[in-house]
């Protein structure tokens, strides 16, 4: 059974930094693009930064220079470090997990909520 367990989130200050974690488990990392998705009130969810294979990474405009995506494969975890937060990038955060050869294959975690308000 594949389960991605998020944590990490919570209530910050705008400015302030929070890093939200992603445990893998019943895959490989290493054979999967990995990403992170947020959904905020009344919008649909949009990928906000992802990871291939190979270690590219990839951002949203909104938040390019801020947010920093990593991974362990040997740990089976991906982590996105977030910094100079701003009131608008509250939302629920979800780990996502896309295997490479097969893209139909794909997993979603639980979501963990961040608030960004003074």
């Known amino acids: 059974q594949v389960q991605l367990v998020e944590s990490g989130g919570g209530s910050v200050q705008p400015g302030g930094s929070l890093t939200l974690s992603c445990a893998a488990s019943?895959?490989?990392?290493?054979?999967?693009?990995m990403g992170w998705y947020r959904r905020a009130p009344g919008s649909q969810r949009k990928l906000v930064a992802s990871?291939?294979?190979?270690?590219?990474?990839n951002y949203d405009s909104s938040v390019k220079g801020r947010f920093t995506i990593s991974r362990d494969n040997a740990k089976n975890t991906v982590s996105l470090q977030m910094n100079s937060l701003r009131p608008e990038d509250t939302a629920v955060y979800y780990c996502?997990?896309?295997?490479?050869?097969?893209?139909?294959?794909?997993?979603w975690g639980q979501g963990t909520q961040v608030t960004v308000s003074s």
């Open positions: 996502h997990a896309v295997f490479y050869f097969d893209h139909a294959r794909n997993y």
């Open positions: 019943g895959i490989s990392t290493s054979s999967y693009i």
């Open positions: 990871m291939s294979t190979s270690e590219n990474e």
